[in-house]
T-cell receptor, first 117, second 112 residues
C-alpha cells in the first residue's frame, strides 16, 4: 500500500532563517506531488505541484520554492522566512494521470507546523 | 473571493442529532471530494462524487452532488463525538485532474 511521510512535524524558526520541509511517498511510481498550506481562516491553499522529476508548477507568488530531486521526494524550501510563512503545511500525492479521469483522489501527509518568530 | 463556499463555517450539534454541510461552486465541477481533518493533522479522504445527481454513503455519512455539478452536501446521521473535526470539500476543475481547490472548511463539534 502507498504511504506518505512528511517531516519535521513541528518547526519553530526565526525570521530570515532558511526552511526545508521534506516529503516522501512509498508504494507508488510517478505520482503527482503537491504542497498545500493551511493558514488560520484561509482554508487550504495549493502552493506547488509536480507531475515529474524537476517539473514544478507554482500556484501563488511567494517566498517559498519547491523541488523534486527524485520521483517520490518533494521538498519545500525558503532562503529567508517571513512571519507570514507561518502555517500548517501539507504534502500530498495523487496518481499519475490525475484524479478525476481515473476516479482516484489525493492523499495527504500528516502535516508540518511552521511557526516563524 | 473563495471559489468554493462552504456553509456553515462552524457547527455545534448534540450527540445523536443529524446535520448537513454544504459546498457550493460558481462553476461546474469535474469532481467533488470530501475530506475530514482533525485539528493539526492531515486530511482523511471520505468520498468523491463525479456524476450529476450522484450520492454515496459510508457508515453514517452521505454525500450528494447536484445535477448541475455545482453544489454538494454532506449529511451525517445520528452524530457521534468521533464525527467532530473539520470537513473540507475539494474541487477538481480541470478534468485532467492534477489539482484540487479547497473550501475554507466547516468545523464540527459534537456535544454529549
Amino acid at each position: 500500500s502507498q504511504t506518505i511521510h512528511q517531516w519535521p512535524a513541528t518547526l519553530v524558526q526565526p525570521v530570515g532563517s532558511p526552511l526545508s520541509l521534506e516529503c516522501t511517498v512509498e508504494g507508488t511510481s510517478n505520482p503527482n506531488l503537491y504542497w498545500y498550506r493551511q493558514a488560520a481562516g484561509r482554508g487550504l491553499q495549493l502552493l506547488f505541484y509536480s507531475v515529474g522529476i524537476g517539473q514544478i508548477s507554482s500556484e501563488v507568488p511567494q517566498n517559498l520554492s519547491a523541488s523534486r530531486p527524485q520521483d517520490r521526494q518533494f521538498i519545500l524550501s525558503s532562503k529567508k522566512l517571513l512571519l507570514s510563512d507561518s502555517g500548517f503545511y501539507l504534502c500530498a500525492w495523487g496518481p499519475l494521470g490525475g484524479t478525476g479521469v481515473s476516479g482516484n483522489t489525493i492523499y495527504f501527509g500528516e502535516g508540518s507546523w511552521l511557526t516563524v518568530v | 473571493s473563495q471559489e468554493l463556499e462552504q456553509s456553515p463555517q462552524s457547527l455545534i450539534v448534540q450527540e445523536g442529532k443529524n446535520l448537513t454541510i454544504n459546498c457550493t461552486s460558481s462553476k461546474t465541477l469535474y469532481g467533488l471530494y470530501w475530506y475530514k481533518q482533525k485539528y493539526g493533522e492531515g486530511l482523511i479522504f471520505l468520498m468523491m462524487l463525479q456524476k450529476g445527481g450522484e450520492e454515496k454513503s459510508h457508515e453514517k455519512i452521505t454525500a450528494k452532488l447536484d445535477e448541475k455539478k455545482q453544489q454538494s452536501s454532506l449529511h451525517i446521521t445520528a452524530s457521534q463525538p468521533s464525527h467532530a473535526g473539520i470537513y473540507l470539500c475539494g474541487a477538481d476543475r480541470s478534468g485532467t485532474a492534477s489539482k484540487l481547490t479547497f473550501g475554507t472548511g466547516t468545523r464540527l463539534q459534537v456535544t454529549l
